[in-house]
């Protein structure tokens, strides 16, 4: 009888013993969200860009649902450029701002729209207080060459861009934002050619950038679509 009611207390302990604490995922992931073009300049080309204004848009919601699935809970902030999104809804006739305010409340990421560069960036650097919370991701969805985020381009001035971020401006990134293993990579054509080192010297962590130009997807994230094309650090 003394050994069943010992062991019917070690049972009971092992019952009532408290369930392992799940660790909060660490740190913010970034996705920033740059902007679409205007068809009145891109109708008569024989390659048009953004046909479809949620080119941008609907491969970041992609990548959040890839991010939240993996880890859930994990804090996700868009940063999307609003100019571009608030001529473009001119354009369509329709309020595309309340359309990406609605993935806001859809996926529960905190949303913060941007109008230059410098509010990006500054976001980038203080937008939470990075002694604590670190940037444990970076992704970029828009146009691009290898120089540069272009996040107004053909919005403004057909075939350019009025706003962005050169690789030539890396250093204002600070460093000692980002996690050691952060991973950060650019979606637009050809930031791999150059600004992919830049960025890796100037902030210290590698940023992932395609060689060549990529295209983007309705119901997939975007892919290389150069013959020679590759992803490289």
Same mark, same amino acid.
């Given at each position: *009888? ?15 013993? %408290? &369930? ?27 390659? %048009? ?11 970041? /919601? ?19 450029? /609003?100019?571009?999104?608030? &001529?473009?809804? =001119? ?6 701002? !309340? ?10 990421? /905190?949303?913060?729209?941007?109008? /230059?560069?410098?509010? *990006?960036?500054?976001?980038?650097? &203080?937008?939470? %207080?990075?002694?604590?919370? =670190? ?24 075939? @350019?861009? =009025? ?16 996690? @050691?293993? !952060?991973?950060? =990579? &650019? ?7 150059? *600004? ?10 590698? *940023? ?13 994230? %975007? ?11």
């Amino acid at each position: *009888m003394r050994n069943f009611l010992l062991l019917l207390v070690a049972c009971l302990g092992v019952l009532a013993a %408290p &369930s392992p604490a799940v660790a909060a995922p660490a740190g913010e992931y970034v996705i920033v969200v740059g902007g679409v073009s205007l068809w009145m300049w891109e109708k008569f080309k024989d390659a %048009p860009h953004d046909n479809w204004w949620m080119n941008f848009v609907r491969a970041a /919601r992609i990548r959040t649902e890839e991010i939240q699935a993996k880890t859930p809970g994990q804090p996700v902030t868009w940063l999307v450029y /609003r100019p571009a999104y608030v &001529s473009r809804s =001119k354009q369509d006739g329709r309020d595309l701002l !309340a359309l990406i305010d609605s993935v806001r409340e859809a996926f529960g990421i /905190r949303l913060v729209y941007f109008d /230059r560069a410098q509010q *990006m960036v500054s976001y980038l650097n &203080s937008g939470q %207080p990075r002694e604590r919370v =670190k940037l444990v991701g970076l992704e970029y969805f828009g146009h691009s060459n290898k120089a540069c985020w272009l996040f107004d381009y053909s919005n403004h001035i057909d075939s @350019a861009s =009025k706003v962005w971020l050169h690789e030539t401006e890396l250093s204002c990134i600070q460093r000692g934002i980002f996690t @050691a293993d !952060a991973h950060v =990579k &650019s979606w637009g054509c050809h930031t791999g050619e150059s *600004m992919s080192k830049l960025f890796r010297s100037a902030v210290g962590v590698p *940023m992932i950038g395609a060689v060549g130009k990529t295209q983007y997807q309705t119901e997939e994230l %975007p892919m290389l679509s150069s013959a020679r094309g590759r992803w490289t650090r």
